[in-house]
């Protein structure tokens, strides 16, 4: 695989209009390059097509037109050459599972190796700290400690990229705090390429590499987050970013819906 995870061009996707009505053009010629390792975030107002687009690269939608090469090769639609793993929302895990057996059943779909499972789980269940929880069943577990066994069960079947859609955003502040700081130590650990959709610009400005702010189907700026790494939670810096971010955020949102306060 050479240093291009994503190359994507002129992208488009339309959803049928109902009862005859118009189709819906959600993504208007979206262009994107992703390199390895690196950390993106994608910022923009709601419906603006944010998680269409993750539908569309993890292989869920296959109806799109315009190109997107992976690694050099061209995509599939539905079946990318590279393993993927996608975070949402929700941790949606299987309630009748304890914590290992959820991480089981997605590396046997996976077919992961047999022979490589303890090893995984022993190093993710470490690195998100919940260890000792292996054997509880997620309504045993609070929502932070619910979303960080997604977020093994993700890593356990060595995605190349992980997809995260607001993961983060479903959880109280502190909580959602403490998954940011140990997201980006876990992407140091692990050199994952991450494409992480948020709302939330400061956790955009703390965690990502660039923001691309994205509105009306397009990716409208890109904003370089030049800030050192290993980052400080509360580094004027990235304060000072998020200052620059949330103007800019407001100015694509009001050109989006300008009838909106
Ligand atoms: N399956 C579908 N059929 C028809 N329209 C859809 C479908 N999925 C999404 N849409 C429409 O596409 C637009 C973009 O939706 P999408 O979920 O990608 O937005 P988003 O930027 O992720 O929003 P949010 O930040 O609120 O999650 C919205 O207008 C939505 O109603």
Same mark, same amino acid.
């Given at each position: 695989?050479? /240093? =291009?995870?994503?190359?994507?061009?002129?992208?488009? #996707?339309?959803? *049928?209009?109902?009862?005859?009505?118009?189709?819906?053009?959600?993504?208007?010629?979206?262009?994107?390059?992703?390199?390895?390792? $690196?950390?993106?975030?994608?910022?923009?107002?709601?419906?603006?097509?944010?998680?269409?687009?993750?539908?569309?690269?993890?292989?869920? /939608?296959?109806?799109?037109?315009?190109?997107?090469?992976?690694?050099?090769? #061209?995509?599939?639609?539905? #079946?990318? *050459?590279?393993?993927?793993?996608?975070?949402?929302?929700?941790?949606?895990?299987?309630?009748?599972?304890?914590? $290992?057996?959820?991480?089981?059943?997605?590396?046997?779909?996976?077919?992961?190796?047999?022979?490589?499972?303890?090893?995984?789980?022993?190093?993710?269940?470490?690195?998100?700290?919940?260890?000792?929880?292996?054997?509880?069943?997620?309504?045993?577990?609070?929502?932070?400690?619910?979303?960080?066994?997604? &977020?093994?069960?993700? &890593?356990?079947?060595?995605?190349?990229?992980?997809?995260?859609? $607001?993961?983060?955003?479903?959880?109280?502040? &502190?909580?959602?705090?403490?998954?940011?700081?140990?997201?980006?130590?876990?992407?140091?650990?692990?050199? #994952?390429?991450?494409?992480?959709?948020?709302?939330?610009?400061?956790?955009?400005?703390?965690?990502?590499?660039?923001?691309?702010?994205?509105?009306?189907?397009? =990716?409208?700026?890109?904003? *370089?987050?030049?800030?050192?790494?290993?980052? /400080?939670?509360?580094?004027?810096?990235?304060?000072?970013?998020?200052?620059?971010?949330?103007?800019?955020?407001?100015?694509?949102?009001?050109?989006?819906?300008?009838?909106?306060?």
């Amino acid at each position: 695989m050479n /240093d =291009v995870v994503f190359s994507v061009r002129n992208l488009v #996707k339309e959803f *049928p209009g109902r009862d005859g009505a118009a189709p819906l053009r959600v993504l208007k010629g979206l262009d994107l390059v992703v390199r390895r390792n $690196e950390f993106i975030c994608i910022l923009g107002p709601s419906g603006c097509g944010k998680s269409t687009f993750l539908n569309i690269l993890s292989g869920l /939608d296959p109806r799109y037109s315009g190109e997107i090469d992976v690694g050099g090769r #061209k995509f599939k639609a539905g #079946k990318p *050459p590279l393993r993927i793993g996608y975070l949402f929302q929700e941790p949606r895990l299987l309630p009748w599972l304890t914590a $290992e057996q959820n991480v089981d059943f997605a590396m046997r779909s996976c077919r992961v190796p047999s022979s490589r499972w303890a090893e995984l789980k022993d190093r993710h269940f470490q690195l998100t700290r919940l260890d000792a929880f292996r054997g509880h069943y997620p309504h045993q577990m609070s929502g932070g400690m619910c979303q960080r066994l997604a &977020l093994v069960r993700a &890593l356990c079947v060595e995605p190349d990229v992980l997809l995260m859609d $607001e993961p983060f955003s479903g959880l109280d502040e &502190l909580t959602a705090r403490r998954l940011r700081v140990d997201l980006l130590d876990i992407w140091r650990d692990t050199g #994952k390429t991450i494409i992480f959709v948020t709302h939330n610009s400061y956790e955009a400005s703390f965690l990502s590499d660039r923001i691309l702010m994205m509105s009306q189907g397009e =990716v409208q700026q890109e904003i *370089p987050i030049d800030v050192a790494r290993p980052r /400080d939670y509360d580094d004027p810096g990235i304060f000072e970013i998020n200052r620059r971010v949330v103007k800019l955020f407001l100015e694509v949102a009001q050109a989006a819906a300008p009838a909106t306060p």
